[in-house]
């Protein structure tokens, strides 16, 4: 087999691999995979969500030997980027469309790489340090993972009510996903952790209308959820606005905002136009992006496409009584993973579930083979099969 399978290997099936009790390498599974590996037959890729499960595991030998596991693996550099930064790279290519030669794809190559870095650190450190305190050497990218599953469950007190909430800051474009977060500044990671698990451990009596109310509602909410994450990912992406600048020629798209004539485009206001052709200052400039992010968010594959499996999944969470198990931070990471390898193993249903219709979607497109399976031992008859055929 010339070129290597990659493969991605969820926390809940890489438990099979690395357990709590037997040292990674001596398992039937661990040897498997190290010798496909090491043969050239498969190529494991870990994702910023692989990294933050295993940190939040409270078992510190068990958390180190997946840990082990996991970074041996891949090798200590075969690391998905942060889920923010593909969205924004999708948002780039969709104005080098329109405006072809005006972006440059070096900041975001560069800020991938760095996103990369960071939870290839975090890994190492897992693996290196049995006791590492992962929440004080990475609180910026373990607590949001907690305080998704809060966020999820303050939904689930009232489901109607907060859901008709959401929707109409979201159609006034006042959900702020960052504000949410920063309320939460005052908590310690560990009351957070606390708080999390009674709330996750919790069945919530839900009223069906507030299902009645997500269905007839739910393309606004993936509309608006898609703008919102846009710009949640501009915000984080962009933090230092110089990799925006020279990312996009601005003031260049400000002079042929509508090349192709189209009728739906919405023109830019007067002032602006006047601003951005007289010694524009950033906050003209960032006029502009927010221009930019209203024009595309409705085109982009990413996020719409997670958010659409997103919102089915809430319905089905919200039938169930139960608050998603992975989060949507989480889910966004697993769909990046589930793209980029061709074979995707996890045992959490609803994951499975949604990573098996980003399938069906986007092999339609792309002609790519992917397969998602629930256990090692349908990988194992996967990479059979595979073999068989070369």
């Not at 399978?5 to 438990?15: A, E, G, P, R, S």
């Not at 990674?24 to 050239?40: Q, V």
């Not at 998905?80 to 930064?85: F, G, K, L, N, S």
């Not at 200052?281 to 992010?293: K, S, V």
Request: charged share 25%.
């Amino acid at each position: 087999m010339n070129t290597p399978l990659k493969v991605y290997i969820d926390t809940n099936i890489l438990n099979d691999v690395a357990p709590k009790d037997k040292p990674w390498e001596t398992t039937r599974w661990g040897k498997y995979l190290l010798e496909l590996s090491e043969n050239g037959t498969i190529e494991v890729w870990a994702s910023p969500g692989n990294c933050l499960e295993i940190a939040l595991n409270s078992n510190y030998n068990h958390r180190n030997n997946m840990a082990l596991a996991l970074n041996t693996l891949i090798r200590g550099q075969r690391m998905m980027p942060a889920y923010e930064t593909a969205v924004i790279e999708n948002f780039l290519v969709n104005v080098e469309k329109v405006w072809p030669g005006e972006v440059a794809y070096g900041p975001i190559q560069k800020l991938k790489k760095q996103s990369q870095q960071i939870y290839i650190a975090l890994l190492g450190q897992l693996a290196a340090l049995k006791d590492y305190d992962c929440r004080a050497g990475f609180p910026g990218i373990i607590r949001p993972k907690i305080i998704t599953q809060i966020i999820h469950a303050d939904l689930f007190e009232d489901p109607k009510a907060k859901l008709a909430m959401r929707l109409n800051q979201l159609r006034d474009k006042q959900f702020d996903q960052e504000n949410i977060f920063a309320s939460y500044d005052q908590m310690s990671t560990e009351d957070l952790q606390k708080l999390e698990q009674t709330l996750r451990e919790k069945t919530y009596p839900v009223d069906k209308s507030a299902v009645t109310f997500l269905k007839n509602n739910k393309q606004e909410f993936i509309e608006g959820y898609s703008n919102e994450e846009l710009n949640f990912a501009v915000n984080q992406v962009f933090e230092y606005f110089d990799d925006a600048l020279f990312s996009i020629q601005f003031l260049n798209i400000s002079k042929k905002w509508n090349p192709t004539n189209d009728r739906s485009v919405k023109p830019l206001h007067p002032d602006l136009v006047s601003r951005l052709g007289n010694n524009p200052e950033r906050g003209d400039i960032a006029a502009l992006l927010n221009a930019l992010q209203d024009r595309f968010y409705s085109k982009l594959g990413t996020p719409k496409m997670y958010y659409t499996i997103i919102v089915n999944e809430l319905e089905k969470a919200l039938n169930m009584g139960k608050i998603p198990t992975g989060g949507l931070i989480l889910d966004g990471h697993h769909a990046i993973a589930a793209m980029n390898v061709n074979y995707f193993l996890c045992r959490d249903s609803k994951l499975l579930s949604a990573v098996k219709t980003i399938y069906k979607g986007v092999t339609a497109i792309d002609g790519v083979t992917r397969e998602a399976m629930d256990s090692m031992s349908e990988f194992e008859r996967k990479i059979k099969s595979a073999l068989n055929k070369k």
